[in-house]
């Protein structure tokens, strides 16, 4: 047992007020004579030890009362954990509220937001006026970021609304913890209250260093069932004018009912555009694929829905990107022109070809095309390295196919800039290509069926390819040698394709092979940027902008196509890299345009976290076991429901109270005294 005032225990010296007045009392037996009777003298006898009996049980009677009035003015209690609230402190109180788009579910108590609201004004309503609140939500606002006065707190818990913003149950604790560190109080205590979804209840990422009590209040509901749009993706990544696009959709099905013949729409720039219906099983996923045909350049605005209730926020995905008319490809030739590029792109529709001697090439062009042929220079001086690294950096695209006569040492500056391989000495051994690195995004979709005994091309004569330490490069058509003919090698947002050979019949067969059309008219067409299609609201990713130009002082703004919507997001420049960060001033999904200045400069789309789609909750029994698997010994579910959450809170925090039944006791003794004191009388 403690003790909430223990100096109050020093009032137990007023015990020794009855036992003195019961030692010292005055009050004599006077003796009277009377005639020598023996009988008188035997109820004379009786009466004194009557007397001295009632004397005793009053004084024990006072004396009780006065310990546990002492006890009573002490707050005697008794305590269930080692967080204990500080009567005499200001205590820290950290309360997390749920408020995604799961908790607009119901229960028997109505919707789990507003009960989650209720029960934290009951936890704020345990502790003093003057301790410290922090409310905290899902949106981490810059409001929750410091600690307030009760009041405020109950002003705040008012205003929670749902939010499409998603945290998991570890960020949220550590979240908490940097705010103690700060407050530097006696005691701190954290609430989380949620429906604790199992995709987002995870206590692994909880670092050791969280040492306070964290109590877990669930607020269940008895909706499990959900059907929503899960992702979409493209199997080409580059998209053209008048090409045939294959949307790939993934549908998901959280209950245990099948579902059958159910639509779903795509509209691309608010025009309907396909219409396909799918059949899915309890508690499985669909897959479709929707084929049309792009009609327009520029960029593209898609939407996919589905009709599907309660949940609906997950029932329209959107998605962005761009169509390109024409793809601006320069080659920069060291001598004469290159006969089998020129056959290949000469009066191609997309591929915009263009031929440049590298001698009068002006550097600042360069920005102006998307690919770039680097075609037998016989050497890569400082100014073409310097403008070819920002290009690629920016997300051009370089192939470098190298010269018999190359100066060796100029070209490999140029690659260990861009952090490629570099090249060794010449091989004239004839060697042939072994295989295909299909995995490559380069080979996607550009052979139906490759035969067992694919016949590929001879290398006559090649330069040998040196691995360097920081190359994260892929072989693309490895030789039999060991060597590569040819690689890609990524760096910043672009690409280097390095050939091991001059494009020559003289050195190799590969110009007269059907590989040679593939290869490279692919490097072409990736050589457009590639955009995501789609970003989720709630992680505040980075947003590149690999096409903007702006200069000292650019101002972007982000406008929502459906609705009266702007935001200014911060800019990051890092290098060549230019950014943009939201910090969550995009609430809603759908698609918008990024603007530079007045002209727009590309698209993106927004979607709500899927994470929220799946509405399985943990229950009381498996919260209590995830904890027990993480070792975590100061964090516990709570589990009382036969008291109201106030009283078991405060009985959790303060112990086992006392005071109450030793004033109950105090007066109960005086009461018997007062009526020992009537009924007893001394004789």
Known sequence: MQFVNPLFLLGLLAIAIPVVIHLFNFKRFKKVYFTNVKFLQEIKLQSQKQSRLRHLIILFLRILAILCLVLAFAQPYIPINGNQIKQQARNAVSVYIDNSFSMEARNENGILLDEAKAKAREIASVYKSSDLFQLLTNDFEGSQQRFITQEEFLNQVDEVKISSAVKDISTVVRRQSDLFLESRSPANFSYLISDFQTSTTTLADIPKSVNFNTVLIPVASKVSNNLYIDSCWFEAPVHQLGQGEKLKVRIKNTSQEPFEKIPLKLTINNKQRAVAS???????????????????????????EITDYPITFDDRFYFTYPVTSTIKALCINGA???????????????????????????????????????????????????ALTQFISKGGCVTVIPSQTMDIKSYNNFLATVHSDLFHSKDTAKVKMTSINFKNILFNDVFESVPDNLDLPFVFSHFRIEKTVHSSGETLLPLADGCSFCSVYPFGKGYVYLFASPLDSKYTSFPRHTLFVPVLYRMALLSANINKLFYNLGNDEIIDLPEAKTGSEPVFKIRSKEKNFEVIPEIKK?????????????????????????????????????????LECLSINKLQNLIDKSGKKNIEVFKVKEKPLAEALSEMNNGIQLWKTFLLLALLFLASEVVLLRIWKDK
């Open 574 to 614: 890092t290098g060549l890299r230019l950014s943009l960060l939201m910090h969550h001033q995009i609430k809603e999904a759908g698609n918008y345009t990024i603007f530079d200045g007045n002209k727009d400069i590309s698209g993106i789309a927004f979607n709500y976290d899927r994470r929220e789609s799946n």
């Open 278 to 304: 799918f059949n899915i099983k309890g508690g499985g996923e669909a897959e479709l694929e929707i084929p049309y045909t792009n009609h327009e350049d520029g960029w593209q605005f898609g939407k996919l």
């Open 336 to 386: 004469a022109e290159n006969v089998y590029l020129n056959s290949l792109f000469a009066g191609d529709s997309i591929v915009k070809y263009t031929n440049s001697p590298e001698s009068s090439l002006n550097y600042s062009t360069i920005d102006n095309f998307n690919f770039i042929i680097l075609n037998q220079l016989p050497a890569i001086n400082t100014g073409l390295s310097q």
